[in-house]
């Protein structure tokens, strides 16, 4: 099992952050987004954050998942809805060159499975550990731990994440256990710390968890992006947030990562997905 998170910086070569997110699971890439965006998605956020309660979101599982999610957390997703940022976010093309080369193997195209502010207050427990694979366990059963990557995803900082703050604990090389339902044990589990800009990029199958914000009166500001392959349904129903319109002058990628383009399997074998009319998109 790795003993650390490496982190790498932006302009590292894809290939070494690919090894990395091979060998341990995940990679922290310093300063993947540039300061200016994150400041504006921050603003952004924080502006929202007021009309969402701490503790409200449910992650679509009641009570189950308000437990999942933390008494003092805030979350929200449709960042596109509340900031221009977001759209930029979609096109970074590090990010990109990450997500076509761990997901495209086993999909035509992939999209956004979910973007969204995660603020840990003060005084949260750490969060359960977990896969975001869970999502799918069927699929993710399918050869464990060997089968194929499902979803790929980015803990991004938007303000300086520390330890005490609720830094996402994870830990490296789990991806690789064998029985899917163990998540070890807190202490194994290490800090992935971020100044603004800097993103966690992990696996579906590494285990992690929001950690415990130990502080008496500061937020952990953060948000998470991630994508999931082309012919599986997301956790946000991205498609219905926006409409033809509004994502009109915004590029083929970002329309087909928010649900507005068809799903075409070429390369691979299958079906074409997500038409109209029995036509694309
Ligand atoms: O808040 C975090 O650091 C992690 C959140 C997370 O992993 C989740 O809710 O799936």
Redesign the pocket.
Known sequence: MALELKRIAVDESIEEMLTVIKADGGVIIEGLFETGLISSMRDDILAAAKNFKPGAAT?GLGELGKK??GHN?I?FSSLGKISEAFFDMLENPILAALADNILLPNCGSYWVNTG?A?L?GPGSDA?PM?R?CNNWPILSLVDWPNGPEITL?A?IGLDSVTEEL????VIPGSHRWKDFKDYGTPDMSIP?ELNPGDALIYSGKLV????ANSTKNSW?L?M?LSFVLGWIVPEESSPIDYSDEELASKSPRVQRLLGHRSYDPKPHFGGGLWLRHADQI
């Open positions: 992650q999942f999610v957390t979350r969204q995660m840990i969060q977990h975001d995803s803990m609720g830094a996402t604990r992935a992690h968890g929001g950690g952990r953060a998470h």
